[in-house]
């Protein structure tokens, strides 16, 4: 890897880049969605309703 992005994940988050299937690409996105505050993300639901689609019941 080379370049700021990958310096980046490489220092904030790098256990990203040990995940199969997680590349620089998408670890950079996902710091990117997560923002300052990481504790917000605590399950996949609550990344759903941050991102807007998390599903909603009909009545």
Known sequence: MEGRPARLVERCAPQLLTVVGIGLDTAVTLL???????????????FAALRGVSPVERC
């Open 32 to 46: 990117i969605t997560m923002g300052d505050i990481p504790e917000r993300l605590h399950s996949e639901a609550s």
